[in-house]
T-cell receptor, first 120, second 110 residues
Framework: GAVVSQHPSWVICKSGTSVKIECRSLDFQATTMFWYRQFPKQSLMLMATSNEGSKATYEQGVEKDKFLINHASLTLSTLTVTSAHPEDSSFYIC????????????????FGAGTRLSVL | GNSVTQMEGPVTLSEEAFLTINCTYTATGYPSLFWYVQYPGEGLQLLLKATKADDKGSNKGFEATYRKETTSFHLEKGSVQVSDSAVYFCALGTNNDMRFGAGTRLTVKP
């Protein structure tokens, strides 16, 4: 099956520093990747949609200067949390959607294992 | 817009009990429907899917049927195990995005 690798799985940083999270599709190409944020015991909140070679589309209320997204290739998207603060502490999950496949196959998103960010 | 409403949890069952987690949706067009499972500290795993009306998705003893007339995609399992303890998310997918329900936490006790 399709595998999405997310790295790191857990990061602790000081307030004011920046953290980069990588999301890679290992055995398929993904023109579209998604970044989600999940608070404890809550559902996933879509932050942004990342398209290879173009600017990300951010959901309402998500600061694009705070959460920088780069989708430089068909297998890699990165999320950088700039000048992180304790309120940015959360579980961040990426997903990737395959470029190939017909119809319903394009609607399946494959998820990374998530990154737990703790900002001190 | 598209949305998913999922049965609120938490749900606590004894081992071998019957499980139903309700999910209804609102959508335009012909979306695909999914159930994802999230184990503690992990990302989401696709559990099963259905791509058109009357399709039944099944995996690991779990089943869900895409019911267009009732706009539902309820998750069922005849006999749950302790290892099924997790959070279950119902989701609706289109070419543009995926919408998730709030998630239902299932705890199965021995």
């Amino acid at each position: 099956g399709a595998v999405v690798s997310q790295h790191p799985s857990w990061v602790i940083c000081k307030s004011g520093t920046s953290v980069k999270i990588e999301c890679r599709s290992l055995d398929f190409q993904a023109t579209t990747m998604f970044w989600y944020r999940q608070f404890p015991k809550q559902s996933l909140m879509l932050m942004a949609t990342s398209n290879e070679g173009s600017k990300a589309t951010y959901e309402q209320g998500v600061e694009k200067d705070k959460f920088l997204i780069n989708h430089a290739s068909l297998t890699l998207s990165t999320l950088t949390v700039t000048s992180a603060h304790p309120e940015d502490s959360s579980f961040y999950i990426c997903s990737a959607r395959a470029t190939s496949g017909l119809g319903w196959a394009k609607n399946i998103q494959y998820f990374g294992a998530g990154t737990r960010l703790s900002v001190l | 817009g598209n949305s998913v409403t999922q049965m609120e949890g938490p749900v606590t069952l004894s081992e071998e009990a019957f499980l139903t987690i309700n999910c209804t949706y609102t959508a335009t067009g012909y979306p695909s429907l999914f159930w994802y499972v999230q184990y503690p500290g992990e990302g989401l795993q696709l559990l099963l899917k259905a791509t058109k009306a009357d399709d039944k998705g099944s995996n690991k003893g779990f089943e869900a049927t895409y019911r267009k007339e009732t706009t539902s995609f309820h998750l069922e399992k005849g006999s749950v195990q302790v290892s099924d303890s997790a959070v279950y998310f119902c989701a609706l997918g289109t070419n543009n995005d995926m919408r998730f329900g709030a998630g239902t936490r299932l705890t199965v006790k021995p």
